[in-house]
């Protein structure tokens, strides 16, 4: 079970309150968690990464056991702590005022 | 007795502001997608209760929500806009070239046939089309395709396209307008477009009576007689006769002609209202005091409306989408301001007082009149 953090926002929007739950077949990527977060939540297409480039957004970080994972390649495995559910792979947004 | 419904879209969430035909007492309601950008809401002219907002941010993109039933639900339709073709550049503010890049919708315009049928105007410039109530969005690549698509550039706000104007009887026949490209027009329902521009001048480009490079801020028609069409652009108030081939300026005995909204009476198609605001680079009324300008003449002849407005220390702004009017008997004005003020007027701008005085920036002002 892959555990992901979205922003505050974005938990509004999908209608979720906490941590959502993933479950993934095959390898754990930033590809495979991205997939499958927008198959469970398609409200959530296009927010976190661009529809037609498939790029991350600018303003969106994504961290996991301490690590900046936003420049991996996206079909690179996440950290084992993720794929197993012990730590939560994050997506953050940037901070900025107003 | 008839109803108002006011759809208000600011910096930080979207706004319903309701009322009896008596527009004395108002409900609101809100903040819907609090904390978002909505830059425009605006209901289907034949199914009321069918709305489209458009909403965004720097961090989450780009999404489209729909309602049916006026507001007090919503759904999340498609968001995916995708332009077609090779996307080719257009100038950045620099004069050098920069490809086509999405943004964010600036403007929804249902049909006025089908509630299922919507345009969005977009950034960077492009008309888009969706069928199917916001499911999926198409361009209508022939605005962007123009020839003169290379030569286009940003106007201070982004390279958006924010005006849409459907003929109410050709549905052939749709204007729109871009800043900063000027106004265009398709006689074929968007499949070719044609600049609109003949008569406008503007200092501030190298050629001033360019066939594009324009900054128009908005333009509005009246149903009764679309081939009349009022701009208001960066500075200067306009008027066309013929359907935009050409146009006159008619600021008239305005004190300044700058200014972003432009909007027209329901039931006197020359009588029109604008905002003044001081200059290109000080985005407020003249003075610090707010003040909206009627020609019963269709220009030339302006008359200042002060009585309920702010006369000493204002220094909002009133964006271009953020006027609106409904179709009573008196006809009401309404229009929102970047200080969170929206400004209603039940006497076709005789008098005003505020709706509601705090809310975040205004960006749209949207009115239905309903049965």
């Not at chain 1, 991205?34 to 198959?39: K, M, N, Q, T, W």
């Not at chain 2, 200092?203 to 009246?222: K, R, W």
């Not at chain 2, 005091?289 to 702004?317: H, M």
Request: with cysteine; glycine share 10%.
């Amino acid at each position: 079970m892959i555990r992901v953090v979205l922003p505050a926002h974005l938990r509004t929007l999908a209608h979720v309150d906490s941590e959502v739950e993933l479950d993934i077949k095959g390898e754990v990527t930033l590809n495979s968690v991205l997939d499958a977060l927008e198959a469970m939540y398609p409200m959530l297409l296009g927010t976190i990464r661009d529809q037609v480039t498939q790029q991350r957004r600018p303003f969106l970080r994504f961290f996991a056991c301490e690590e900046d994972l936003s420049y991996q390649s996206p079909d690179a495995p996440l950290p084992d702590a993720v794929a197993s559910g012990a730590e939560p792979f994050l997506v953050i947004g940037a901070i900025a005022g107003g | 007795m008839s109803k108002v419904r006011v759809l208000v879209g600011t910096r930080k969430g979207a706004f319903i502001l309701e009322s009896d035909g008596k527009r004395e007492r108002w409900d609101v309601s809100g903040p819907f997608f609090a904390g978002w950008e909505m830059y425009h809401l605006k209901g289907s002219p034949v199914d009321p209760n069918r709305l489209y907002a458009s909403q965004c941010s720097d961090w989450f993109g780009q999404l489209i929500q729909r309602s049916n039933d006026g507001g007090k639900t919503w759904e999340p339709v498609g968001n995916k806009f995708e332009y077609e073709g090779v996307t080719g550049t257009h100038q950045w503010y620099d004069g050098t070239p920069r490809p086509w890049e999405f943004k964010r919708v600036w403007h929804i315009e249902p049909s006025l046939t089908d509630p299922d049928d919507v345009y969005a105007g977009i950034e960077d410039a492009a008309i888009f089309r969706s069928t199917d109530g916001g499911q999926i969005w198409n361009e209508l690549p022939g605005l962007r395709g123009h020839g003169s698509g290379p030569d286009w550039q940003p106007g201070a706000g982004g390279m958006c396209l924010h005006t849409i104007i459907l003929h109410p009887s050709d549905a052939n026949r749709i204007y729109t307008a871009i800043s900063a490209a000027g106004a265009f027009r398709t006689d074929d329902g968007g499949k070719s477009w044609r600049p609109i521009n003949r008569g406008l001048f503007s200092q501030y480009i190298p050629s001033p009576t360019a066939e594009v490079g324009h900054c128009v801020h908005h333009v509005a028609m009246h149903p009764s007689r679309p081939g009349t069409l009022y701009m208001q652009k960066h500075w200067d108030v306009m008027r066309s006769n013929d359907a935009g081939d050409s146009w006159e300026e008619v600021s008239g005995n305005l004190p300044t002609d700058f200014g972003f909204v432009i909007d027209v009476h329901a039931h006197e198609p020359e009588t029109i209202y604008v905002v003044p605001i001081k200059s290109d680079s000080e985005h407020f009324p003249l003075d610090g005091k707010l003040t909206v300008y009627r020609s019963r003449t269709g220009g030339n002849d302006w008359e200042a409306l002060t009585k309920g407005l702010p006369q000493a220390n204002c220094y909002v702004n009133v964006l271009r989408d953020a006027m609106s009017v409904d179709s009573l008997d008196k006809c009401g004005i309404y229009f929102g301001t970047t200080g969170g003020q929206v400004y209603g007027s039940a006497d076709a701008g005789d008098t005003w007082a505020p709706i509601v005085r705090d809310l975040p920036a205004v960006l749209s002002v949207e009115v239905q009149t309903l049965p």
